[in-house]
């Protein structure tokens, strides 16, 4: 059974930083993509950043040049670091893993965690 737990959320002030990280137990394809999400009030759920096992990365516009996604394969965690806060990255941020088959792939989710920035 595969699980991700994360940590690092939390209240910043604009301009500041914060670090989450996912760590994923479990087994998973060596094909898979690890990536973060978020969803703020009455927003739907979107891609912030994503890495791939082929050593690819992908953000979110409006997080370019300020957030960076990386990760540790051998311990199965995956990070995010997010520099120049603004009030607008007030979300819940959402850990994601994609296991990729031949035919098909399959999902999972950690549990969310706050990231809250505000003076």
């Known amino acids: 059974q595969v699980q991700l737990v994360e940590s690092g959320g939390g209240l910043v002030q604009p301009g500041g930083s914060l670090r989450l990280s996912c760590a994923v137990s479990?087994?998973?394809?060596?094909?898979?993509?690890m990536g973060w999400y978020r969803q703020a009030p009455g927003k739907q759920r979107a891609l912030v950043a994503i890495?791939?096992?082929?050593?690819?990365?992908d953000y979110l516009d409006s997080v370019k040049g300020r957030f960076t996604v990386s990760r540790d394969n051998a311990n199965n965690t995956v990070y995010l670091q997010m520099n120049s806060l603004k009030p607008e990255d007030t979300a819940v941020y959402y850990c994601?893993?994609?296991?990729?088959?031949?035919?098909?792939?399959?999902?999972?989710w950690g549990q969310g965690t706050q990231v809250t920035v505000s003076s």
């Open positions: 994601n893993v994609r296991s990729i088959g031949i035919y098909s792939h399959v999902d999972y």
């Open positions: 479990g087994r998973i394809n060596s094909r898979n993509h």
């Open positions: 890495s791939t096992s082929g050593g690819s990365t």
